[in-house]
């Protein structure tokens, strides 16, 4: 007679087993599945209408553009096209003294649905962005400066963009471009009506998208759910299985991919699934990491990086990349106490960004005076950062006629006809924001400044805050190019209108002609001198209060095998390769 001791042994082993089982096989056919945490769940996902950083985490192994960035040689690859283009130089017509490329997207590119990518796609793809009804805003800035994309009639698949003028990025910006295919995202062909010049006069294209009610119903779909959550196509090597709100996403591996045998980076498919899990508490994740629920979880606090070391370390691998990205806050230049540079500057010296390393980061990051990442070869070093420096911030505040007269602790000033205290409020979100800004409240009122702290979603702070005006300062962090800067979407004053970039409102007609001279040089050291002179007036202007540049924290099961680089979120997942002997 079998023991009741045994049986309840025997149960829990079959359980255990029941888990493993269940860890590595989704109920089928014993799939590589890599389970890796979000800190939070994308609001939509199509890079077009929304390159937000978190979305692009997962759409990057949906859609491709045709050249990206190699994330070891930080170069730019061919991906889409045969090969990436030199710009040819324009002597004479109409575009005289302007660039052109012309590229051929390859013949094996292929749709989800076998179709070919053509240059029709591309072409459809710039005149959704430039339609003033789409929420492309950052993109549109950047195909303005197009002057023309002409589809060879001879062959779809060869395409030239010209450029009038050249600037900095106009390779990166005809390139780096994710392509949308035509036939699903607009499959009654609304946009054929229409040219890429139809949308190019900023004016015209907002009448003629106001009157024409096909182009107000294309706006209203592709802005809306089919196409952001339901329907998500591209020609990356995963797609997207199922979306369960507030879960998780899982993204799969694309059978007889026509990739499969290229060796970049972005077409790599070695996890038969992926599994993408909302999970904002950072307990709740690293729970789960050690329960093994988990394969990869980054931006982890000092705290649980250090412990998982001490106690885990045959478990898991642990990575620091330099990531391209820098901490600020931005600073909203319409507000009638924050347009004075001397309250920027002593909130400047009043942010303890040295003590926020220490503390937040384990000291892996670096101080950064601008929005130059440090280690470019062109970040001017020679700036040395705000100190923190109390007493400099009160002097500097006294001058400006900022004094404490009711002795409330609080500096107060006449704006026009009106008292004004030194009253800010500045908006976060996450741990890490909260963190941040208590200690700078608490370390601010030494000075006679009150920071008013408000919690919220980063999500509702674009739409509610950032894209009306509505904000004095916010806490964010800044994603940067691995390639060069185009420094004017977010200071430039062109771009200082609600919606355009320049949330800020920052202008500055000295940093404008700089910018200007930097995105039309070709001459690279020039280039690279005139990137340090500008870095100087944003040290004194700061159009942001820059913090500091940090290295993330990247936890990998040694289930996998997987590397880190420097392109966001520092890690490729499509690259990760299973380990059988440590399944």
């Known amino acids: 007679m079998v023991s009741v001791k045994f049986y309840l042994r025997l149960t829990g082993m079959v359980f255990l087993l029941g888990i493993l089982v269940c860890r590595q096989d989704s109920g089928s056919s014993g799939d590589a599945i890599l389970d890796i945490r979000l800190p939070k769940e994308p609001e939509k996902l199509n890079p077009v209408f929304f390159p937000n950083s978190i979305s692009r985490e997962v759409c990057q192994y949906i859609l491709l553009p045709l050249a990206d960035y190699d994330p070891v040689s930080l170069e730019l690859v061919p991906l889409l096209i045969k090969a990436v283009p030199e710009?040819?130089?324009?002597?004479?017509?109409k575009y005289k003294g302007g660039i052109k490329y012309t590229f051929e997207i390859l013949e094996d590119a292929r749709w989800d649905d076998g179709k070919p990518v053509t240059g029709e796609d591309y072409l459809f793809t710039l005149k959704a962005a430039m339609h003033p009804g789409t929420t492309a805003s950052a993109f549109r800035n950047i195909i303005s400066k197009f002057s023309a994309v002409t589809v060879d009639p001879e062959n779809p698949r060869?395409?030239?963009?010209?450029?009038?003028?050249y600037f900095i990025v106009s390779k990166e910006a005809a390139l780096n471009v994710e392509v949308l295919p035509k036939h699903i995202y607009d499959a009654g062909g609304v946009m054929d009506r229409f040219t890429l010049a139809d949308f190019m006069n900023?004016?015209?294209?907002?009448a003629l998208a106001s009157s024409d009610s096909s182009l107000v119903r294309f706006a209203t779909e592709i802005n809306g759910l089919k196409f952001t959550k339901q329907t998500v196509v591209g020609c990356g090597p995963y797609r997207l299985a199922t979306w369960q709100a507030g879960q998780h996403i899982v993204l799969e591996k694309k059978e007889n991919y026509w990739a499969r045998d290229k060796k970049m980076v972005s077409v790599q498919q070695h996890a038969d699934k992926i599994i993408?899990?909302?999970?904002?508490d950072e307990t709740a994740a690293y729970t789960r990491l050690k329960n093994n629920e988990l394969d990869v979880l980054s931006g982890l606090s000092v705290s649980n990086f250090e412990q998982l070391q001490k106690d885990s370390s045959d478990l898991f691998n642990f990575q620091s990349?330099?990531?391209m990205k820098y901490y600020n806050v931005i600073v909203n230049h319409g507000d009638a106490i924050l347009s004075s540079v001397a309250v920027r500057q002593a909130i400047a010296h009043v942010v303890n960004a040295d003590e926020y390393i220490r503390t937040f980061e384990m000291g892996k990051a670096t101080r950064t005076v601008g929005p130059i990442n440090p280690a470019k070869p062109y970040y001017n070093h020679s700036i040395k950062p705000y100190a923190f420096d109390v007493e400099a911030a009160k002097k500097g505040l006294e001058a400006d006629g900022w004094t404490d007269a009711d002795g409330n602790g609080i500096r107060e000033k006449k704006i026009g006809k009106t008292k004004m205290e030194l009253r800010i409020p500045i908006i976060y979100s996450g741990d890490l924001g909260k963190n941040i800004c208590l200690m700078m409240q608490a370390d601010a009122r030494k000075a006679g400044i009150e920071l008013e702290l408000q919690f919220k979603?980063?999500?509702?702070?674009?739409?509610?805050?950032?894209?009306?005006g509505n904000f004095s300062l916010v806490l964010q962090s800044s994603v940067q190019d691995i390639g060069y800067e185009d420094l004017s979407l977010r200071f430039h004053s062109e771009n200082a209108e609600l919606g355009e970039g320049n949330y800020g409102l920052f202008k500055n007609p000295a940093i404008d002609a700089l910018i200007d001279e930097i995105n039309a040089t070709r001459d690279a050291q020039k280039r690279a001198d005139m990137f340090k002179q500008v870095q100087v007036l944003f040290h004194e202007q700061l159009p942001y209060i820059f913090l500091y540049s940090p290295k993330e924290r990247i936890v990998i099961s040694k289930r996998w095998q997987g590397t880190t680089n420097a392109k966001r979120p520092g890690y490729q997942a499509n690259t990760f390769i299973p380990q059988a002997n440590n399944s």
Not at 202 to 206: K, N, R, V
Not at 276 to 280: E, G, Q
């Open 87 to 93: 710009g040819e130089a324009i002597d004479t017509g």
């Open 158 to 165: 060869k395409v030239s963009v010209t450029f009038a003028k």
């Open 202 to 206: 900023e004016e015209a294209a907002e």
């Open 276 to 280: 993408l899990h909302f999970i904002p």
């Open 321 to 323: 990349p330099q990531l």
């Open 457 to 468: 979603e980063f999500a509702l702070v674009r739409k509610e805050n950032l894209e009306t």
